[in-house]
């Protein structure tokens, strides 16, 4: 079992619509999670990231983390093209330090 | 506010050759990881540096190897290249007092091709 889990997609919506991204991850020690964008050839962006189970709301984001269930997801609202990239989910796990244990990513396209 | 900055950004070298890879941290951050992605997959934790030493180590050969200096600036040294080396390797840096996220910023990357 991978440490940490995506669909790699990719997931296709409509301008507008709301894009679920979801992530799952084994070890139930781990401590904060986090979003990440990846536009094709660049470098990951930091989008959001949470360590308390329930909701954390900013801007058009919303990640959800459910630590019992060991899933963590992002909400895009009012998705745009410019969302178009691929979204990785990592975890931060108990006893390292801020070593981060990354999923293989989701590819995500929003189209007009 | 300086971001996260990375040289070079692209490099080709050959089987068996030496590279080394500089990173300097976001303004204020003090810890240094470094990170390999091959194509189609995420970021692989190599190892992380803090007050100069290595503080954790990923699952990465010995041919891997790093340094930080007292400006918090960071190399990655990859000796006898192998073709599975290519990848980007990213930077990424953090702030060890904090308590919460410790959230990690990542600089732009430095894509390496062994031919």
């Known amino acids: 079992q991978k440490e940490v889990e995506q669909n790699s997609g990719p997931l296709s919506v409509p301008e507008g619509a709301i894009a679920s991204l979801n992530c799952t991850y084994s070890d139930r020690g781990s401590q904060s999670f986090f979003w990440y964008r990846q536009y094709s050839g660049k470098s990951p962006e930091l989008i959001m990231f949470i360590y308390s189970n329930g909701d954390k709301e900013d801007g058009r984001f919303t990640a959800q983390l459910n630590k019992a269930s060991q899933y963590v997801s992002l909400l895009i609202r009012d998705s745009q093209p410019s969302d178009s990239a691929t979204y990785l989910c990592a975890v931060r796990v108990r006893g390292g330090y801020n070593k981060l244990i990354f999923g293989a990513g989701t590819r995500l396209a929003v189209h007009p | 506010d300086a971001g996260v900055t990375q040289s070079p950004t692209h490099l080709i070298k050959t089987r068996g050759q030496q590279v080394t890879l500089r990173c300097s941290p976001k303004?204020?951050?003090?810890?240094v990881s470094w990170y390999q992605q091959a194509l189609g997959q995420g970021p692989q934790f190599i190892f992380q540096y803090y007050e100069e030493e290595e503080r954790q180590r990923g699952n990465f050969p010995d041919r891997f190897s790093g340094h930080q200096f007292p400006n918090y600036s960071s190399e990655l040294n990859v000796n006898a290249l192998l073709l599975g080396d290519s990848a980007l390797y990213l930077c990424a840096s953090s702030l060890a007092a904090r308590r919460d996220g410790y959230e990690q910023y990542f600089g732009p990357g430095t894509r390496l091709t062994v031919t």
């Open positions: 303004s204020g951050h003090d810890t």
